[in-house]
C-alpha cells in the first residue's frame, strides 16, 4: 500500500540517484555510481519483493518473482548497475501502466463528479420558491425547479417551461437539445437556457446517468478471453524460465549465464501489453457514448458476422403517433377512456402515443381503476376494467379470443392496436413510427466493415415491417413475431454457425438479447434489456453501431500488437544470448524497451479517439 500511494515520487528519486551514479561513473567516484544503483535497486525492488511475496501465497509464481530473483542474483553478484537499470525500467514500466489506466478511467471519474449534489425542490410545477435539498431526499414524483447553467438533477418529465439542455454527458450528442413541457430530460445534463419545472421519474442509481457509471466501471475490471489466455501463459512461463536457468546454471557452471536467462526471460511487455490495451479501448469507447460491459464484448463484436435488429424503438424513434381512429361499436368517449385505462397500466410505445392522443383529444374524466391486468406476449394487454372483460391489442389477441378483428379500414402498413369489451369489437387505430436518422448510412456503413447478413425481426405484421424498412439493405425481414420466436430465431442462426448480434430496445427483446452470441441495446431502452445486453449504445442512434465495430477492431489489433511485440522481444533476445550478441545488461535495457513501446502503443487508442 505505501509504495503504490508513493509511487510516482519513487520513481523521481530512483531517476535522481541514476543521475548521481553516472555522474559518479564519468567522474571516477566508483563508490558513487555502485551505492546509487544499489540504492535503485533496493527501493523499486523491495515494492517488486512484497509483491512476489504476497502472490506466493496464493502459489502463483508471478512476473515479479522472475525479476526479484534476477535483481537480487545480479547484486549477489556485484553486478549493480544492471540491478539498478533492471529495477529503474521495470519501475517507469509499472508507473506508465498506472498513468495509462489512470487516464482512461478519466472518463469515469469525469461521470462521477458530475453527478448531480443538490436539487431545487418546489412544490407545485408553477411555483418559483424553491428549498435546495440533498439529492438523496429526492423521491420519485417529486417537482423540481431547474435554472438557467445549472444541472438537472434527475431523470424526469418537463411539466413547465422551456430551454434547451445539453446532453453531452448521456449521448455524446454536443449540440442543445430543445426541452419543452413533456420532454424528457436526464440528470447529469446541463440546462444552457431557461427555466424548468420538472417531475422526478428516476432518481440517483436508478438514473440513465447512474446506471452509465455503473457500467463502465463493471467493465473496466473484466478481461477479455485473450488476457486471460495470457495470464494463464505467464504462470506457466515464469516457472519455465526459472527452471531453464536453473538447468542452465547446473549443467555449464555459469552462474551469470543463467542470471542473465533469468532477467531477459522477464515477459514484462506480454503481461502490461494486454490490459493496456483493453482499458485503453474500453475508456475511449465510453467517451464516444458505446459503453461496453467487458473488453470480452468488444471482442466478440469483431466475430460477430450476422446483425439481427428490432424494429419498434430500434430502428424507429420509438415514439410513434396515432392516425386513423375507427369507432365500430358504443360511444367513442366511452371506449377511448377504457383504451386509456388499460394503456395507462403499460410502458409500451403505442401505450405511450394512445395516451398522448387521448390527453390531445380534450377528454377530461379520470380513467378507470383497471383489475386483473395480464400481458400477453407479442399481442396486447388483458383486464378487467369499470367490470367489464376488455382486450388491448392486435388482431391475434382478438382472434385466438374467438373476436372477429376485421381491419379492412386500417393502412396495412400501420401498427393496429383494437379495443373489445365483453367480447364485442368497439374500437380499431392505427399508429405509425418514424424511423431513426442514419439508419440507411449506419447499414450501408456496416456493409463498407464487413460483409454481414442484415436481418430484421419484428413483433409488427410482415407488411407492416417491409413497408417500415423499404429501400433500406436488408437481406431478410421477417414480421409476427412473438418475442419468443425471436429467440429461436437466433437459436436457428447459431446453429446455422452464424456468430450473431441482436438490437433491441424493449423488454420483449430481452430474451434475444440474452441468447444472441453479443446483446446491443439503445440507451434509450427499457432497464431489462439495457441489465442483459453486452453493449449499450448511449445515444440510441444505429450510426453508433458501425463506430462500436470500428473500435473493437482497433482494439483487438492494438491488443494483438503489444502481444507480437512482447513474443518477439523474448525470441530476439534469446538468440542474441546464445549467439553471443546479447548480455545482461544491453538484453535488459531492450527487454525494458520493449515495456515502453507497448505501453506507448496502448496509449495511441485514447490519443486517437
Not at 138 to 152: A, F, M, P, R, W
Not at 450 to 462: A, E, F, I, M, R
Request: charged share 20%; hydrophobic share 45%; aromatic share 6%.
Amino acid at each position: 500500500m505505501f509504495f503504490s500511494q508513493h509511487k510516482k515520487g519513487s520513481v523521481v528519486l530512483m531517476t535522481i540517484l541514476l543521475i548521481a551514479a553516472y555522474l559518479g561513473r564519468f567522474s571516477g567516484l566508483d563508490w558513487l555510481d555502485d551505492l546509487s544503483m544499489v540504492a535503485i535497486a533496493v527501493i523499486g525492488g523491495l515494492p517488486l519483493i512484497v509483491r512476489a511475496a504476497g502472490a506466493l501465497r496464493f502459489k502463483i509464481i508471478s512476473i515479479e518473482l522472475l525479476v526479484s530473483i534476477a535483481v537480487v542474483s545480479a547484486i549477489a553478484i556485484g553486478e549493480y548497475s544492471e540491478a539498478g537499470i533492471v529495477v529503474w525500467l521495470f519501475s517507469i514500466g509499472d508507473f506508465l501502466e498506472a498513468v495509462t489506466l489512470k487516464k482512461t478511467r478519466k472518463s469515469i471519474q469525469e461521470l462521477v463528479d458530475l453527478a448531480p449534489k443538490t436539487a431545487l425542490k418546489i412544490n407545485q410545477p408553477h411555483e418559483r420558491v424553491f428549498t435546495e435539498v440533498d439529492i438523496d431526499e429526492i423521491e420519485k414524483g417529486d417537482y423540481l425547479l431547474v435554472k438557467t447553467g445549472s444541472q438537472i438533477p434527475v431523470d424526469g418529465r418537463v411539466v413547465d417551461g422551456s430551454g434547451y439542455a445539453d446532453q453531452a454527458s448521456i449521448t455524446g450528442e454536443s449540440k442543445p437539445s430543445r426541452k419543452t413541457i413533456d420532454s424528457s430530460v436526464f440528470a447529469g445534463t446541463i440546462l444552457t437556457s431557461g427555466t424548468l419545472a420538472v417531475q422526478a421519474e428516476k432518481v440517483g442509481e436508478d438514473t440513465t446517468f447512474g446506471k452509465l457509471i455503473e457500467l463502465v466501471e463493471e467493465a473496466q475490471d473484466s478481461q477479455t478471453k485473450t488476457q486471460r489466455l495470457i495470464d494463464r501463459f505467464s504462470k506457466f512461463y515464469t516457472p519455465l524460465v526459472l527452471a531453464i536457468a536453473a538447468a542452465v546454471g547446473l549443467i555449464t557452471k555459469d552462474l551469470r549465464l543463467a542470471i542473465t536467462i533469468l532477467v531477459l526471460g522477464c515477459p514484462g511487455a506480454l503481461v502490461i501489453g494486454v490490459p493496456i490495451s483493453t482499458v485503453a479501448g474500453i475508456g475511449s469507447a465510453a467517451k464516444q457514448g458505446m459503453i461496453a460491459k467487458g473488453s470480452a464484448a468488444l471482442d466478440q463484436l469483431t466475430k460477430i458476422d450476422t446483425l439481427v435488429f428490432d424494429k419498434t424503438g430500434t430502428l424507429t424513434t420509438g415514439q410513434p403517433s396515432v392516425g386513423k381512429v375507427i369507432n365500430i361499436n358504443g360511444s367513442l368517449a366511452k371506449n377511448l377512456k377504457i383504451l386509456a385505462s388499460i394503456e395507462h397500466e403499460s410502458d409500451h410505445p403505442l401505450a405511450r402515443a394512445i395516451l398522448e392522443y387521448y390527453q390531445k383529444s380534450g377528454q377530461k374524466d379520470a380513467i378507470y381503476p383497471i383489475s386483473n391486468s395480464q400481458i400477453v406476449d407479442g399481442r396486447g394487454i388483458k383486464a378487467t376494467v369499470n367490470g367489464q372483460s376488455v382486450l388491448v391489442g392486435n388482431e391475434r389477441l382478438l382472434n385466438e379470443a374467438g373476436i372477429a378483428a376485421s381491419t379492412s379500414q386500417l393502412s396495412a402498413t400501420s401498427s393496429h392496436v383494437l379495443l373489445a369489451v365483453n367480447e364485442e369489437l368497439r374500437l380499431a387505430l392505427e399508429v405509425s413510427d418514424q424511423l431513426r436518422s442514419g439508419v440507411k448510412d449506419a447499414l450501408r456503413d456496416l456493409r463498407k466493415l464487413k460483409d454481414y447478413q442484415l436481418v430484421l425481426l419484428s413483433g409488427d405484421n410482415q407488411a407492416v415491417a417491409e413497408k417500415t424498412v423499404a429501400g433500406l439493405d436488408f437481406d431478410l425481414v421477417v414480421g409476427d413475431l412473438l418475442p419468443v420466436d425471436k429467440a429461436e430465431f437466433i437459436k436457428k442462426l447459431q446453429a446455422a454457425g452464424h456468430q450473431t448480434a441482436f438490437v433491441g430496445d424493449g423488454i420483449n427483446d430481452s430474451p434475444a438479447l440474452s441468447i444472441a452470441d453479443l446483446g446491443i441495446a439503445m440507451g434509450s431502452g427499457t432497464e431489462a434489456a439495457i441489465e442483459v445486453a453486452d453493449i449499450i449504445l448511449v445515444d440510441s442512434s444505429p450510426t453508433q453501431l458501425p463506430i462500436a465495430v470500428k473500435y473493437a477492431q482497433k482494439m483487438m489489433r492494438n491488443m494483438y500488437e503489444n502481444i507480437t511485440i512482447a513474443l518477439l522481444t523474448v525470441l530476439l533476445l534469446f538468440i542474441g544470448l546464445f549467439t553471443g550478441y546479447i548480455y545482461m545488461a544491453s538484453g535488459m535495457l531492450v527487454h525494458e524497451l520493449s515495456i515502453l513501446i507497448v505501453i506507448l502503443n496502448g496509449m495511441r487508442l485514447i490519443r486517437h479517439n
